[in-house]
């Protein structure tokens, strides 16, 4: 069986190395790391913004991680930016969009990652908490800097996360912001405080977000997951072309 390719979304950030500030496309490696020791082949999608472009990606690809990062600017939907928002990057919402829009017309596994999960709601027409300490008081889920918060999240019965990780699991968090709707997903996994954790489509595909960080932990049932859906999609095109694409496993 061919090695599933799996797409990862960067940033475009300044960046410093040797000799060098300029602008790069970066993702902290554990992404691809993951991936790798899960049975894939990453590959890095920097923001992108030719018509057609993220269609000819996802032709390419057995599945897509839209991965973590800042926040998403705030009129995606409708809102005014809280003052704790801040460096959104629109190239990156229009292109992580667009690969959006891309994988669900060939059912391509996805998952996403954080902000990934944020992007995912947003691009379904749900709307953010922009600063979620204010709504559970306390700041488990983003203690500042570099430092992961670890929660305890307890999983849906009968979701696919459920079936991936089990009933519960501590996870490494960091993020300021929640969901708060999510039209076409269900919920997968809750904090004690009853933050939405993890959100996944109904059906067949493979299209499950979480807030937390797999790509950090010991939780790799869900990259496996992806994994396995990714190897799944790459088996049905090859052999019955792009029309037979889209069957999946959990």
């Known amino acids: 069986m061919t090695t599933p390719v799996i797409g990862l979304t960067t940033y475009r950030e300044v960046a410093a190395w040797g000799v060098w500030e300029q602008h790069a496309d970066v993702l902290p490696s554990q992404y691809a790391a993951a991936v790798e020791a899960a049975g894939g082949v990453p590959v890095l999608l920097p923001p992108v913004s030719q018509l057609g472009s993220a269609d000819a990606v996802v032709r390419r690809l057995d599945g897509l991680v839209v991965s973590g990062g800042a926040d998403i600017d705030p009129a995606r939907y409708g809102a005014e930016p809280h003052p704790h928002t801040a460096n959104w990057r629109p190239d990156r919402d229009d292109w992580e969009a667009a690969l959006l829009d891309a994988a669900e017309a060939v059912a391509l596994p996805v998952l996403g990652v954080c902000r990934g999960m944020q992007l995912m709601a947003v691009h379904a027409g749900g709307h953010l908490h922009q600063h979620h ?115 999946m496993e959990p």
């Open 133 to 247: 300490p204010e709504l559970v008081n306390h700041d488990d889920h983003s203690p500042g800097g570099d430092a992961f918060g670890k929660i305890p999240v307890a999983t849906v019965a009968g979701t696919r996360v459920s079936a991936l990780i089990g009933q519960g699991l501590e996870v490494n968090c960091h993020h300021h912001q929640s969901v708060v709707q999510h039209p076409g997903f269900v919920a997968a996994a809750h904090a004690e405080d009853g933050t939405l954790e993890a959100m996944e489509a109904p059906g067949d595909r493979f299209c499950v977000a979480v807030q937390w960080h797999p790509e950090t932990a010991a939780d790799v049932g869900l990259l496996a997951g992806l994994l396995r859906a990714a190897a799944a999609y790459a088996a049905d095109r090859d052999t019955a072309g792009p029309a037979g694409a889209g069957t």
